[in-house]
């Protein structure tokens, strides 16, 4: 099969023919028809995650149709049109027992702990407790780009920021997860406020329901979103992982808000600062929000069915997977506006 294969960090990947999995006792192979390009796919070949194993094969946001199934897997056969979390619980342990999935201390994800799906064809472990049936009324595009930025946006707003219509959220960067996370929280009747230094991307945050923006290189960003809610946003989520957006997200709350960091925290700053005096004196919540388990994929999938989420709109561009080595490798210049996918994988 055809595949993107990197075999040093920040090396340029190349397109290779490579042989294809073979689904194991629990686990499906599935048929790539759409993948998209994420930034965590960008941190991964950059060696920022330590489990990726070289020579590797990055993708973990992906739709397609199951090519075979392992002999234990009892809810799936091959046909079946699905898309899948960018974590696969082990199904076993204290946490996949309680419904977290996410969470899972012996978790597997596409892209990472293995090889991933720009490729024509992936392997995914423990299917029948991770992956996600897909309707007819959404194409494989669209699909794709809830995998990780979507669904994960979905979950940190409306579960772990428990978001309530009327409320003010603070979004700080306008990337994949931070637009999705516009177009949710608006959908759920917050008032958003979308802060990035891009004015395109502002403007996008506000075809897409912000009621405000702010451009963090003209204004100073905690003044800024305490001055437009009368004091403070009641949920403040970092959809970037910075030091800057994490302390700002942390720091533009009001009494008793909750901030949900979202973006990952890596290459140095993992350990940020944050205003634990803040914290302290107006009761604060710190939440982390790390994907979300298949179970928990129905509500926003019914609110996509319904047209009330429509993160088709989201996607910028579909390509080719041998263009998915510029767009990869160019990720960390924050030039895209919007989700690319992969589409054409020319499948014999």
Same mark, same amino acid.
């Given at each position: ?11 340029? #990947?190349?397109?290779? !023919?490579?042989?294809? #999995?073979? #689904? ?32 590797? %094969? ?13 002999? !234990? ?17 082990? $199904? ?17 994800? #596409? ?18 407790? !991770? ?25 940190? %707003? ?66 800024? %979103? ?61 939440? $982390? ?60």
């Amino acid at each position: 099969m055809k595949a993107i294969v990197y075999e040093k960090f920040q090396q340029t #990947p190349t397109l290779e !023919n490579v042989a294809e #999995p073979t #689904p194991s006792a629990h686990g499906a192979v599935i048929e790539v028809k759409a993948s998209g390009v994420c930034r965590s796919d960008w941190h991964g070949w950059m060696g920022h995650d330590p489990e990726i194993k070289l020579p590797h %094969v990055p993708g973990h946001e992906l739709a397609g149709v199951i090519a075979a199934v392992g002999n !234990n897997v009892t809810r799936w056969k091959a046909g079946d049109r699905v898309t899948v979390p960018f974590i696969a619980g082990c $199904g076993r342990c204290i946490e996949c027992a309680s419904g977290n999935h996410q969470v899972c201390g012996y978790q597997t994800q #596409p892209g990472f702990t293995h090889w991933g799906s720009f490729a024509e064809l992936v392997a995914i472990d423990q299917v029948d407790v !991770n992956l996600v049936a897909l309707p007819e009324s959404i194409n494989f595009v669209t699909a794709a780009s809830l995998g990780c930025r979507f669904a994960t946006s979905f979950r940190a %707003v409306a579960q772990q920021g428990k978001i309530s219509g009327g409320e003010w959220i603070a979004i700080h960067g306008c990337g994949g997860v931070g637009l999705s996370a516009v177009m949710i929280a608006s959908a759920m009747g917050a008032r958003v406020i979308a802060i990035d230094i891009d004015e395109n991307k502002l403007t996008f945050a506000k075809k897409l329901g912000a009621l405000a923006t702010v451009n963090a290189t003209k204004v100073n960003v905690v003044e800024a %979103v305490r001055d437009m809610t009368l004091g403070g946003a009641q949920v403040s989520l970092d959809a970037l992982g910075s030091a800057q957006t994490c302390f700002n997200s942390v720091a533009c709350l009001k009494p008793r808000g909750k901030h949900v960091q979202v973006g990952l925290m890596v290459g140095g700053e993992n350990h940020a600062r944050v205003p634990m005096d803040l914290v302290l004196a107006k009761e604060l919540e710190i939440i $982390g929000s790390h994907g979300m388990p298949a179970h928990a994929y129905p509500v926003m999938m019914a609110m996509i069915a319904s047209q009330k989420l429509k993160p088709e709109l989201l996607v910028s561009e579909t390509i080719s997977l041998s263009q998915s080595i510029s767009a990869l490798t160019q990720m960390g210049e924050f030039k895209s506006l919007g989700v690319t996918v992969i589409d054409q994988f020319h499948r014999a």
